[in-house]
């Protein structure tokens, strides 16, 4: 391990002198960025932007109700609100609001930030709505009388959940099931709840009946409530780390573990159990391969004498992106080349019948579209959802199963001038060969740019098998692209781009591919002269904090400016900060020999050198942030202000993990990373 920590004062997260150090940054931020001209014309272009009119509302469908969460410059935390589906889809709704979180704020004094609602089935009067003080990971649950329009009290039997990391899940009129702190040994050593409670109306939370206990080593347990009549599930799963899940179905009363493989991942709908494996699985006489999706009939499945069909096998460059089942077929979402295309599998009428797969017609033709059932339990109707770089977003809704192509609902208004720009999707070799992709957008005129003089911002995250894909985004456009910046975006290993091996090869002490993979295309966008190491800047957030992290501290030399958003970067202590523990999979245990032996390698925090010459940096977090430590960013910027180094450090006191509680917050802490960046890799 490490010599002392000179920094340590700083993981005090509301400590005095903690926050006294945090002020001074902020101030000596502000004093400079904030009183730039660029600063103030990117806040108001990203805050009209996120508080438009015109953008899309999108639905949740009740029944005969759509229900949606909206905010704008008058409600900042929002207003849940319904109006028919019937108005909804003629395209002229008349909003009701259900409940206007401002005025909640107002009225208790409190910072509460909107994280989500489920309503009751089958009466839909009720709804258990989740509420987080200042944006962080811990929340409140509060039962909702919907045609009231007020919340239960504990006094009238009102389900009440405490601030804490958990929720509650509806299992009938009077019953739920609870994840929460209940004290000492209720929660892992990740900080999340450990066990699943049965919870009755009218009884104590505290008095609730554990149903479903895991380790206190495990990341988290979940329960989730299947209501399709007939086919009701409850599922329990436990996960050992953060690839591991272990999955339970209730059969005669008690939950039954459901024998596959440690990493593959479970589901259930209907008469069916999806099993999508990590690694290879090998099945009776089969032998099926990492990333494929698999289906068998529960009942059978369990007792031995089903045999799994094979629905999705992923080949060199296609992975499975998701699934999602309607009432009766299960919708599959492909991604080739980082590009998606939608397919349709329809179930056998017997249960020993052949499935068929089939392509979805009349899907937006971009590169990036989303599938998800509108009511699982009683439709075949499903959203659909395309954009890309310089595509705003469109969606669709259409009826699984039905001839007719799938019909426009709303389009989302262009937020800049892409008549002059274009997407390239190119490949570099990293340093062992491997084949990464990368986009690059921009104007013609950027992109063909042969002299380096390109100011460019790279971005990518590689980790925990999450794909980075093309989204639109009106802030980029506007205050990068639209003034000849060019974006690209790295799609390299450690993220699911092409499925678990991708994902495989970045893991632990693989890490090093993930950062060699982003040099690569770093390397590759200079080489082809759009851009010059005085004109690429780097951003990313979280692991992507880590990722760029590792790059300041490895390859100063290939970038002009970092911006490092919310990250971990001390991977000595990160296990022991708030939920670092969870992570351990994917990075490695400090605390074991061989595990920091390789970690060490990838510490940005332990890997400065005083004498070395770095980039500008600018580092953010929130002091709310409750899932990566605010220490991290904290203690790198001590770090580097005592090495003499060109550091910028900027803390939100809210926002939770994402940076920002509202949408005033989000256009504060883009505007200062866009000014950061244009000044210093020079775009005027």
Not at 37 to 58: G, K
Not at 359 to 374: C, F, I, K, R
Request: aromatic share 10%; proline share 6%.
């Amino acid at each position: 391990m490490t010599d002392t920590d000179d920094f340590l004062w700083l993981e005090d997260v509301l400590g005095d002198e903690a926050l006294a150090w945090v002020r001074a940054r902020n101030e000596r931020a502000e004093s400079t960025l904030f009183l730039d001209p660029v600063f103030e014309r990117v806040r108001v272009s990203t805050l009209d932007v996120l508080e438009a009119d015109d953008r899309i509302a999108y639905p949740s469908r009740h029944g005969d109700m759509v229900h949606n969460f909206w905010t704008d410059a008058a409600h900042r935390r929002g207003l849940l609100r319904r109006t028919t589906w019937a108005d909804y889809r003629a395209g002229n709704p008349v909003w009701e609001t259900i409940l206007d979180v401002d005025a909640l704020c107002e009225e208790e004094r409190e910072s509460w930030v909107f994280h989500g609602s489920s309503t009751r089935r089958p009466d839909r009067r009720r709804a258990l709505i989740e509420l987080s003080p200042g944006g962080s990971d811990s929340s409140v649950t509060r039962e909702f009388d919907l045609v009231d329009k007020r919340f239960v009290p504990e006094s009238e039997g009102g389900f009440v959940r405490p601030v804490a990391k958990g929720s509650l899940t509806w299992i009938d009129d009077d019953t739920v099931y609870v994840t929460s702190d209940f004290g000492a040994g209720s929660l892992t050593r990740s900080g999340y709840p450990r066990t699943v409670r049965r919870w009755t109306r009218g009884t104590p939370i505290a008095e609730s009946e554990i149903v479903f206990e895991g380790d206190e080593s495990d990341v988290a347990v979940g329960v989730s409530v299947s209501k399709v009549a007939g086919f009701e599930h409850h599922v329990f799963e436990r996960a050992p780390d953060f690839f591991t899940p272990r999955t339970s179905i209730t059969r005669d009363g008690r939950p039954v573990e459901v024998d596959v493989p440690d990493d593959a991942e479970v589901g259930f709908h209907e008469r069916w159990i999806f099993v999508s494996p990590r690694s290879e699985f090998t099945h009776g006489e089969d032998t099926l391969p990492s990333g494929s999706l698999l289906v068998a009939d529960i009942d059978g499945f369990l007792a031995g004498t089903s045999p799994l069909t094979t629905l999705f096998t992923p080949t060199d460059t296609s992975a499975l992106a998701g699934y999602s089942c309607t009432r009766h077929f299960v919708v599959l979402n492909v991604m080739d080349d980082v590009r998606n295309s939608i397919h349709v599998a329809t179930p056998p009428v017997e249960v020993d019948g052949e499935w068929t797969v089939t392509p979805l017609e009349g899907a937006p033709d971009v590169w990036t579209v989303s599938v998800s059932a509108v009511d699982s339990v009683e439709s075949n109707d499903v959203w659909i959802s395309g954009s890309d770089f310089l595509t705003p977003d469109t969606l669709f809704v259409m009826s699984v199963g039905d001839a007719d192509a799938p019909e426009l609902l709303r389009q989302a208004p262009i937020r800049f001038d892409a008549d002059a720009m274009a997407i390239e999707q190119h490949f570099a070799t990293s340093a062992d060969g491997t084949r990464v992709p990368y986009f690059v957008v921009g104007t013609h005129q950027a992109l063909a740019a042969t002299d380096g003089s390109r100011p460019t911002l790279l971005t990518g995250y590689g980790g925990f098998e999450v794909p980075r894909l093309a989204a639109y985004s009106a802030v980029i456009g506007r205050s990068w692209m639209g003034d000849g910046g060019v974006y690209a975006l790295a799609n390299i290993r450690g993220g699911g781009e092409f499925g678990p091996a991708w994902h495989r090869a970045g893991l632990r002490e693989n890490r090093p591919r993930v950062y060699e993979d982003f040099e690569a295309v770093a390397r590759a966008l200079i080489a082809r002269g759009i851009t010059s190491p005085d004109h690429l800047g780097i951003s990313g957030g979280s692991n992507g904090g880590l990722l760029v992290g590792n790059m300041y501290v490895r390859t100063p030399e290939l970038f002009g400016a970092v911006v490092c958003q919310v990250p971990l970067l001390d991977m000595e202590r990160y296990h022991l900060l708030l939920a670092g523990a969870s992570w351990m999979a994917e990075y490695g245990d400090p605390d074991e020999p061989a595990d920091w032996e390789y970690l060490r390698g990838y510490s940005p925090y332990h890997l400065v050198d005083p004498e070395a010459e770095y980039p500008p940096i600018l580092l953010t977090t929130s002091t709310r942030d409750d899932r990566v430590h605010p220490g991290h960013a904290r203690k790198m910027a001590a770090r580097l202000e005592a090495a003499g180094k060109d550091v910028t450090y900027w803390e939100n006191v809210e926002g939770g993990h994402g940076g920002a509680a509202d949408a005033a917050q989000q256009a504060t802490m883009q505007a200062l990373i866009f000014t950061f960046l244009r000044e210093r890799l020079g775009l005027d």
